[in-house]
């Protein structure tokens, strides 16, 4: 749904001053033996703001992303990694069952519709060794703000009211556009949100939904935690956390035992 943006070079640049979210510290701290020295594949690896971490516990890291540009921008920053321009619906180039740790971190799982984001999980899974853990974070639909519409914000001096009312006047424009193509079923949604000045259109999943999913493609989820590193489970208010990091384990479908 929003590949060009991913290929814009002003988000490209944006991306380089990222940081490791709060869930994230806790699931690589919690679950660092299942990373160190195994082999690890950092779907939407970005510009490498997971790349640091993940390359230095494991010497089997192979990072992928489906903008050319971000990819190029990794392998300025790491010299003698692995990185692959690739697409989480057709992995071609990976063998089955060839990683011990999945990871697709900020979302990137959200920026495709949803028939292609079950290609993609089912690719995942494929590529996967059995009981190897699949991280990653999805938008939350029970989020308070999850449908939001632009507004202008009220300015502090004369330059930054021309910057906001520039930002507003394009947020408007984009929303005007993108709004037309948004949708609501019963177990996602696809929302033009305020990301980039709403410029994409973003899947949205609630908690029960994701883990029903995932049991669907062949994962067992075993832990949820919102936006401040707090674990969840089902009957958890969640209505502050804009998305959420799920933990999965690949399990056997019954049909294939």
């Not at 970005?46 to 192979?62: A, C, D, E, F, Q």
């Not at 990185?83 to 992995?91: A, E, L, N």
């Amino acid at each position: 749904m929003n590949k060009r943006n991913y290929e814009n070079k002003n988000i490209v640049a944006s991306y380089n001053h990222m940081t490791l979210q709060n869930p994230e510290v806790m699931v690589f701290l919690k679950h660092r033996d299942s990373i160190i020295d195994k082999h690890v594949l950092d779907i939407g690896c970005g510009t490498g703001r997971t790349t640091m971490i993940l390359k230095n516990l494991s010497k089997n890291y192979t990072g992928l992303d489906y903008s050319l540009d971000m990819i190029e921008s990794c392998k300025k920053r790491f010299k003698n990694v692995r990185f692959i321009h690739g697409d989480v619906r057709k992995m071609d180039e990976f063998e089955d069952s060839e990683f011990d740790y999945v990871m697709f971190s900020f979302n990137g799982l959200d920026s495709i519709n949803h028939d292609d984001r079950l290609k993609g999980l089912w690719e995942i899974h494929r590529v996967l060794k059995q009981d190897g853990l699949f991280v990653f974070s999805s938008h939350n639909r029970n989020h308070r703000h999850a449908i939001s519409r632009p507004k202008m914000p009220l300015p502090t001096t004369p330059c930054k009211q021309v910057e906001h009312f520039m930002k507003f006047v394009k947020s408007s424009l984009n929303h005007l556009i993108n709004r037309n193509h948004q949708k609501f079923e019963n177990e996602y949604a696809i929302i033009n949100d305020v990301a980039h000045n709403y410029a994409m259109l973003t899947y949205y999943i609630d908690k029960r939904d994701q883990i029903s999913q995932l049991k669907d493609i062949g994962f067992e989820a075993i832990e949820m935690y919102d936006t401040n590193g707090n674990i969840l489970n089902l009957d958890s208010d969640d209505k502050d956390s804009a998305w959420i990091y799920y933990v999965a384990r690949k399990i056997n479908l019954q049909n294939d035992k």
